[in-house]
């Protein structure tokens, strides 16, 4: 069992920057595709980011593209989300998920299987 523990999460202001970390407990996962998703107050979890466990590839949201930058360094066993040039629209609880080992990277939610509890994201304006 994989048990992810997201960290860097607070409050900013707009046009600000966060680096949001994501680390597993007790296990490696560099041959799992990771994930960042949020969940803003009253609406759906939505896809933000996601990377393959080689790192080679990435996918982003339309609305975080240019200003988010998702990346592992598999050596600290770490993925980290960078995000600048942050929104109010940005306020959120974000979430990292794992994938299957070896699986290849997707953003459908349904293919992760391996959660954090959130850390929270607040943007004033």
């Known amino acids: 069992q994989l048990q992810l523990v997201e960290s860097g999460g607070g409050l900013v202001q707009a046009g600000d920057s966060l680096r949001l970390s994501c680390a597993p407990s007790?296990?490696?996962?560099?041959?799992?595709?990771v994930g960042w998703f949020r969940q803003a107050p009253g609406k759906e979890r939505e896809f933000v980011a996601a990377?393959?466990?080689?790192?080679?590839?990435?996918h982003y949201a339309d609305s975080v593209k240019g200003r988010f930058t998702i990346s592992r360094d598999n050596a600290k066993n770490t993925v980290y989300l960078q995000m600048n040039s942050l929104k109010p629209e940005d306020t959120a609880v974000y979430y990292c998920?794992?994938?299957?080992?070896?699986?290849?990277?997707?953003?459908?939610?349904?293919?992760?299987?391996?959660w954090g509890q959130g850390t929270q994201v607040t943007v004033s304006s």
């Open positions: 990377i393959s466990w080689t790192a080679s590839i990435t």
């Open positions: 007790g296990r490696t996962f560099s041959r799992y595709p």
């Open positions: 998920a794992a994938g299957l080992e070896g699986a290849f990277i997707t953003i459908r939610e349904s293919t992760y299987d391996y």
